[in-house]
């Protein structure tokens, strides 16, 4: 079925318009709420929003009483770790040694890496999740099957296949001049072709050597507007291991910043384990943290500190980071990120959640002008929601006395499953049965 060009999606409009903060949900800024109003889009793109039902030029998609907003944006997850999502028993070095490498090692096949990514990206979008920062693996093969599937779905995706020269098993080790000739033929074919962008993508410091970093750093240089994508300071063992390995470093965060590779376009996952130091210098570079509550429950690896590293200037965004998290879904994401930061003391709103992963996501990755808000120009990347799935759903949030009660109400006991329809450029790409 040939899907209109032009036409108006009505439904309770959800965005933002600057950041909430951590002020209580009574005194927060820049929540743009139009209930039963009308979303215009024309030629993939948002041409407006109106109360009034449009003339009749315009084709119209009723969704009246349900929540329509910006398609979610995860700024770390790994396409291949679907095969080892909900593992038992390890925390992050094992994890990575007894589940990851020998899944990710399966993707030197074309068969299988075309067939992950189609899984992937399916299910991304069967979340809500029409945006997302992704590592493939180290095979060339799983990053070029990847971008061609986000091209034919029209997902802006960010990628590149992962640098590891050392600490890894055979089959996941590449090495600097070979990684080199793939990371510049993968970023001269894809690399800004449509909504796709390269990064560079070192694993993490442990498995990439000094030669391997400079060799990221310097194609970043090379090659304006990609990105640089990693994990730093995860779990206590791990930033002991990395304080082994380079010795010369004043930290973790500290063996990237020597190497080159903080700059605005670096997003790092998870953060947990820095200090007041490190987190002046993601505010001087501009680099992000892509905070992965979900994963850092399941794998112990430790209660990120959001409010300490925004009240030092650092970007903070959210991320599953399927497979340590546990889901694909970001509003899983979202109530998970709400009990660690209660573990903190730190009372998180919906608001400053659902901003996370929509604008706020955007406006670190330097593409607020493209997705995570319903402003005119930005892509139609939208999703629709229900507000409720169950009969308990429906009681809780037919009780609320304010948007931000029935909102956290939605968060917190919502998932993939009140999902009813996601649009990536305007055209629908997930319909529910």
Not at 252 to 264: A, Q
Request: proline share 4%; hydrophobic share 40%.
């Amino acid at each position: 079925m040939t899907f209109p060009e032009r036409y108006a999606l009505r439904g309770d409009l959800l965005d933002f318009t600057a950041d909430p903060g951590f002020a209580a949900p009574t005194g927060a800024q820049g929540v743009r709420y139009r209930p039963d109003h009308w979303l215009l889009v024309e030629g993939g793109r948002i041409a407006g929003v109106q109360a009034d039902a449009p003339d009749a030029s315009w084709a119209q998609v009723d969704h009246r009483g349900s929540l329509v907003m910006p398609g979610f944006i995860d700024t770390h997850v790994h396409s291949p770790q679907l095969d080892v999502i909900a593992s038992y028993g390890t925390e992050l070095l094992e994890w990575l040694n007894t589940y990851t490498f020998p899944a990710e090692r399966r993707y030197a096949d074309p068969e299988v890496a075309a067939a992950g990514a189609e899984r992937f990206l399916d299910s991304l979008l069967a979340h809500g999740t029409t945006s997302a920062v992704v590592f493939p693996t180290v095979h060339k093969v799983s990053a070029e099957a990847l971008f061609a599937g986000a091209e034919q779905r029209g997902m802006r995706l960010i990628a590149g296949k992962i640098l590891m020269d050392r600490h890894a098993p055979d089959g996941l080790r590449d090495d600097v001049e070979q990684a080199e000739r793939d990371c510049v033929d993968l970023v001269q074919r894809w690399h800004c072709r449509g909504r796709l962008a390269y990064a560079l993508t070192v694993r993490f410091a442990p498995t990439s050597t000094s030669e391997q970093m400079h060799m990221a750093a310097a194609l970043m240089k090379a090659y304006p507007g990609t990105y640089m994508q990693t994990h730093v300071a995860e779990s206590r063992d791990e930033v002991r291991w990395v304080a082994e390995l380079f010795p010369q470093s004043r930290s973790y965060l500290d063996v990237y910043h020597r190497h080159g590779l903080l700059n605005e376009r670096a997003v790092l996952a998870h953060g947990i384990w820095l200090d007041d130091t490190d987190r002046v210098l993601l505010r001087e570079t501009g680099a992000q943290i892509a905070h992965s509550p979900s994963s850092n429950l399941f794998l112990g690896s430790g209660l990120f500190d959001w409010l300490g590293a925004e009240g030092q200037g650092a970007h903070v965004t959210l991320a599953t980071d399927v497979g340590g998290g546990t889901s694909l879904s970001m509003i899983r994401t979202l109530a998970d990120a709400y009990k660690v930061q209660a573990m903190r003391g730190v009372k998180l709103t919906a608001y400053k959640a659902l901003y996370g992963a929509t604008r706020g996501a955007a406006q670190a990755l330097h593409l607020a002008d493209e997705i995570g808000s319903f402003d005119t120009g930005c892509h139609a990347d939208v999703a629709v929601w229900d507000w409720t799935s169950t009969p308990l759903m429906q009681h809780r949030i037919g009780l609320a006395q304010d948007l931000h009660e029935k909102l956290f109400a939605w968060m917190t006991l919502g998932d993939e499953r009140l999902l009813q329809a996601a649009y990536v450029a305007g055209t629908p790409r997930f319909r529910r049965a």
